[in-house]
């Protein structure tokens, strides 16, 4: 819709900003599947691995924080490539991660880089995690700076890509509702596998099969009789915080 | 997405419910009228005439209360015509517009007649106008009627259609938060002359031109640089109560 | 602000519309009472005696509905009086009071004939007491209507006055915040004496003597220094549903 | 807390007022199971079969309207038995279930009957489904009624027992958010022999089985570090409107 | 309603806190216009020039980031002096602005300075520019400081000062209703004079004038029959974040 | 619930984080008096001695910072003492105090240390002192980064003990909504005590009284017909940010 130019337009880009190593997968995993599916290019702007919070077993087995950072770093670049993805760590340091000018501007940079059309990010409270808003909030802050022709980053300016957050582990206690359903059954063994690449939380591969499972339900319950949707539809639940642009109701 | 007949799919087919005659241009022509230039079918339920909430001029001028009927039938009538849709009148009485079971009963065969791909009405608060919310709350209500099965009424049931909320007069005291902006530029010439065979209400005019240009505004600042965008873009606001349906995040 | 007549205006009228016999006096009784000492009119309109609902010491005393209905009407015109207001008693039937047109358009005759330039009435939400919503939608109703030079009613139509919504007994539980405090130490005597009136409810005396220090501790917090408050001071709080219109910040 | 009779006290008591047959197995088959494992009291107000909205599979067999009652009412009759509660069926008719002030006054008849120390009920809000609101409504206000000494109606005054809402079919569509998770792990093999009563909705079976087994983690994540808890937990979400009385915070 | 001195009253003060060089002409040009007409005192604190995110055109056409400064220093102080104000530039740096202690500490002393009798600010949200939140932010926390005697900053400490939000571009967007509606017919030339001191965005001349007559036409329906209002009324929209104190219900 | 030890369990413990020295007092005195009476434990964090922002009347008599430090502290601890708790000063410095990754950091190790099966803290939002809600939101933090194995601090993990926020002086404008309500008539002339000994503050003390009366009313309207309570009833009011985890709905 916004680019007019004679040059052939690159591939759609797509901005994953995640707090943890794995976030992207579980939450995210299908929308990453199918936009590489259709040949655009997918970005994740890991902010940390998770090393300290999201990695309990690890520090029970004894290893050392750069083992778990390796470790996970490992994992991720796996699931990222079973996807179709590039995955770049910030190594910010988690629990807490902390919002600072300094990590916002390197995010402004991640934003001029990849022009994204479409941002993937954690939603803005989560009282079980501190780092997903912290995430979450200084990825739409770098969006806004990043608009600014003023703002002295590397980098043509950006517009203003529409942002969607994915779904938090616990939606109900985090003010997340459901405002977009994402059909992601044609790239579902993609994202199962993905998620297998992750060996340590074995536990949420089948929880998170639920969630699709159950998200797809609620898509066919949106969706009319449903006759054309297969008898298992897996889905993935959004939020929007800006409008929503478009030339036709549907 | 939820049709696999093998006859020709009908048409796409909107229906629109409102409270009084003369709600669908000012608040949803230029979706009427871009889904009719489309050449789908657009259905307009007008629930009552306006004829004592909104037709102040008239009265001062002594008309009798089917005089005022007929002027706004009149008016609707073409305005309808001129957007290239349908007008069906339910006459049910305005000021208060009650909410009964029969009433919803009539909107359930409306949609099982119809069988819209999309619903557009109020939205669900109106401190200035309780016939508003009435009209909303009955055609939700008989939208799920409508997909029951169990539901004696005449026709095939229905999916589950997605629905719009158009903008009220006064969005911010009726709790309207912009969720989709439409661009109707394209038929924004002709949404200007319906508004214009609502002769008893020309001031409006222009305040729904100026409305139509500040969600243009908006539109443009939620999509980016904008390039391909005219100096002057027609836009209107809308609210989802469901979750959008959808193959791919944009 | 509003009138523009050569005849001298009439005084400022009040119209209070509330479900139980007892509620203007607790509720709003200061405002009352200031209104009537800078010479206003007051007008309540009570929907019903509160005989089923709120008069439990009456009821266990073996009271039969007429006595209890009585007993109340005389506490109520007797508190009135000592506000200085006129009380209207509709007798609709309380526990449960319900909403119909035919109320509504009762209350329509009572704005069309008092001409309120101030209206007063219970908040749209109370968890603990289903007459108090009910009497509140249909004021709100009421109106609307009023103002409609369609609407076939005696008397003339009337403006849009502000609407104040009074304190609930559980002001949280029914999403009540202070959004108006009035300074009502002026006229305090004047309340207490008619709460004195209700004499089957003593208890309540000291309650809502306490809750105007309470909301008088408040007021002050939101003045500054107060050197020209007295040391105790009595205050009303309120809501209000409509913007405030005003030719000055303060 | 309330009871200070020199009598036996009678079992505790639990009323669950609900809109259709099925509903209390799926959301409160735990909670009505564990009341009955301590040897209390559950009845179970059912307000309609579900003839209408809940039967789809019926209707398409070309059952008649009587014939679905009577399955519906099997069915439901035969899951309350293996819970250990006792069910009464208000046949008021589903889709749409309409509050009335007859039906509500037969809910003060049922609170004042079975004197409830716990209510259970739907959420007041449903955009899927507005016969749960319609129920949830009359519960709320019945309760209200069934407390007064002057409300006409047979049988002793109520206090004012805990209402729960339980979890909708689409919790977060429905505002409702976890505030009390009841661990049912103990009786989770009765509620699924309840639930596998409901023949005609095998689907459900898995989806609701799952469903507690997400509950039981949620459970587990805000209760430490669990070390007494079994792998597999299983729980019920629901919400308070009211707020919990208590002699100890935990 | 707070002094209480022998010596003369000062003018009425009024504390102006805004993010960037332009906002106080767009969002409370006529609350200043009407304020300073009635010989008060009016002092704008600009925490910024709004240099890197407001002045787009100016880095287009190559300035430096002195220059740009420099022009917008020069257009605010011509506007502040079209309305009858003072302005003062605290040069915090934008995009983004960041709430620091330090900056915190100097609102505190020009609180402390001025002695306002109301303080106009941005709201506490907005998705579209983190600077206006980040001003409101330490606007309000120094305005609690400032009344502390504890607090070690120079001059007298302050009373608890009226705040207003102004309304932001985007108003649905950033949880903006409008709960004050302020008649600024009598000043609106000054304000339109006030607007056109910013050249270099003469696209918003037109933006904000619509705007006023839109919040006019809304003042209008919330006064009645407006018998004494002109045919064009011009009206700004304000929220209170703190009760009203009063004296009359009004 | 969750120990499952063979030495015997330690005694149950509190931890209350405030941000001033009187505010375990008034706020949570009475559930501080119940936990000590049943022989728990009770460790109270007072980030700072509110020596700046609640220690007016001390400035206006001259004092220096540190005398008013010693006065607040010893009063803190002749409370303290008589509720049975011990009292931890951080001395953080007030007004502001600032939410810093240091002095959270000091909370975690506050938490391994105390173990705590309860946390009580402020609100998140208070408009009128900015000290409480940074205070909430460090113990909110503190209290998830403790649960983390990989978070370097002294002392075992933590469970996910339950919190309860005390109830803000200005409720209704802290969003604070009653939702559990304690009953602490046992420990009334205690928590009375307590608040004696804080000698500066002597209008609080009747404030309070009729605060925890008034909170003893809502308990018993939320009680039922209360048989068994005593005339005059106690309360505190306490909000739930996590659900509360049971075995039994009462």
Same mark, same amino acid.
């Given at each position: 819709?916004t680019?007019? %130019?004679?040059?052939?337009?690159?591939?759609?880009? *797509?901005?994953?900003?995640?707090? /943890?190593?794995? %976030?992207?997968?579980?939450r995210?995993?299908?929308?990453?599947?199918l936009?590489?599916?259709?040949?655009?290019? &997918?970005?994740?702007?890991?902010?940390?691995y998770?090393?300290?919070?999201?990695?309990?077993?690890?520090?029970?087995?004894g290893? *050392?924080?750069e083992?778990?950072?390796?470790?996970?770093?490992?994992?991720?670049?796996?699931?990222?490539a079973?996807?179709?993805?590039? =995955?770049?760590?910030?190594d910010?340091?988690?629990?807490p991660?902390?919002? *600072?000018?300094e990590?916002t501007?390197?995010? =402004?940079?991640?934003?001029?880089k990849?022009?994204?059309? &479409?941002?993937?990010?954690?939603?803005?409270?989560?009282?079980?995690?501190?780092?997903?808003?912290?995430?979450?909030?200084?990825?739409?802050?770098?969006?806004v700076?990043?608009?600014a022709?003023?703002y002295?980053?590397?980098?043509?300016?950006?517009?203003?890509?529409?942002?969607f957050?994915?779904?938090?582990?616990?939606?109900?206690?985090c003010?997340?509702?459901?405002? &977009?359903?994402l059909d992601i059954?044609?790239v579902?063994e993609?994202?199962?596998?993905a998620?297998?690449?992750?060996?340590?939380?074995? /536990?949420?591969? %089948?929880?998170?099969?639920?969630?699709?499972?159950?998200?797809?339900?609620?898509?066919?319950?949106?969706?009319?009789?449903?006759?054309?949707?297969?008898?298992?539809t897996?889905?993935?639940?959004?939020?929007?915080?800006?409008?929503?642009? *478009?030339?036709?109701?549907?």
């Amino acid at each position: 819709m916004t680019h007019d %130019d004679k040059a052939p337009a690159p591939p759609r880009s *797509t901005l994953v900003i995640t707090a /943890h190593a794995g %976030d992207f997968v579980w939450r995210a995993g299908g929308a990453i599947a199918l936009a590489a599916s259709r040949g655009e290019r &997918v970005t994740i702007a890991c902010l940390t691995y998770g090393e300290r919070g999201e990695s309990a077993k690890a520090w029970r087995q004894g290893k *050392t924080l750069e083992e778990i950072k390796g470790i996970r770093r490992e994992e991720a670049e796996k699931a990222a490539a079973t996807l179709g993805a590039e =995955v770049v760590f910030f190594d910010a340091g988690d629990y807490p991660l902390l919002a *600072t000018p300094e990590l916002t501007d390197r995010l =402004v940079g991640a934003y001029r880089k990849t022009q994204p059309d &479409v941002v993937l990010t954690h939603p803005l409270d989560d009282p079980y995690n501190g780092d997903h808003p912290a995430a979450a909030r200084m990825a739409l802050d770098a969006r806004v700076l990043a608009q600014a022709i003023g703002y002295p980053a590397e980098g043509e300016v950006i517009g203003a890509p529409p942002v969607f957050f994915f779904e938090p582990h616990q939606p109900e206690m985090c003010g997340f509702k459901p405002e &977009v359903l994402l059909d992601i059954t044609e790239v579902w063994e993609t994202k199962r596998r993905a998620m297998e690449c992750l060996a340590a939380q074995q /536990h949420l591969w %089948d929880y998170y099969t639920d969630l699709a499972v159950r998200r797809g339900v609620q898509l066919k319950r949106n969706a009319g009789p449903n006759l054309g949707l297969p008898h298992t539809t897996y889905a993935e639940a959004y939020m929007r915080p800006y409008p929503q642009i *478009t030339a036709e109701l549907a």
